[in-house]
C-alpha cells in the first residue's frame, strides 16, 4: 500500500546503524534515525507507521517519549527497545502504548524485524477496516431516505446506526 515510515529513535549511534542497515532489507520501509528525543519530537507530525524506541535517551526517558506519540499519533505503533530485562518497566510501558517490549540481545534484531513486519500487518488491516466502515457509513447513511430530526427520530437512527455493525434484519414499522 506504500511505503512504511520508520522512525529509529537510539542513542546508541552503532546500534541505529545497524538497525537501519537490517531494516534497509526491506525496500518497502523508509527509514530516518534520531539520536534523541527532541530531534525526533520536531518530526512526531510526520506520522510515523511505526517507531522504535530506546528507553535509555540522554534527554528524555522513553515513558515520556512513549506518552507524547501516543498523545500526538495514537495509530503508531511503538516498540521498545531496552537493555533493562526490568519486568516492571516493560509493562509499564506496554500499559502506556507500546506494542511491545524487547530487550537488546544476540536476537533484538531479529524480533524486531519480526515485530515490525507484524505491525506493519496490523496497520494495513486497521486502514482496511477503516476503509470498510467508511464504505458503510457511506451506504448506510439514513438521513438522507428517512426525514425526521425530532428526538425519537435521532433514537431511530442510533438503532439503525448499531444494527448496521451487526448481521441482523431490523424491520421498523410507525404510525403513517
Known sequence: MGRIKVFVVED???????????LS??????????????????YI??????????????????LELLKKIKKQQPNTKVIVLSA??????????????????????????????????QANEKIEMEKEVEMLSNEV???????????????????VFALLEKSTMANITVSITVET
Open 137 to 155: 457509513g457511506a451506504k448506510y447513511d439514513f438521513h438522507q431516505y428517512i426525514k425526521g430530526s425530532s428526538a425519537p427520530m435521532q433514537k
Open 45 to 62: 507530525d510526520d506520522k510515523p507507521d511505526i517507531v522504535t524506541l530506546d528507553h535509555s535517551l540522554p534527554d528524555v526517558t522513553g
Open 84 to 117: 533493562q530485562e526490568d519486568v516492571a518497566t516493560a509493562l509499564e510501558m506496554l500499559r502506556n502504548g507500546a506494542y511491545d517490549y524487547i530487550i537488546k540481545d544476540n536476537q533484538a534484531m531479529d524480533k524486531l524485524w519480526h515485530l515490525i513486519h
Open 12 to 22: 546508541d549511534l552503532m546500534y541505529s546503524k545497524i538497525l537501519k542497515h537490517k
Open 25 to 42: 532489507m526491506d525496500p518497502d520501509f523508509d527509514i530516518k534515525l534520531f539520536s534523541d528525543g527532541k530531534s525526533f519530537e520536531r
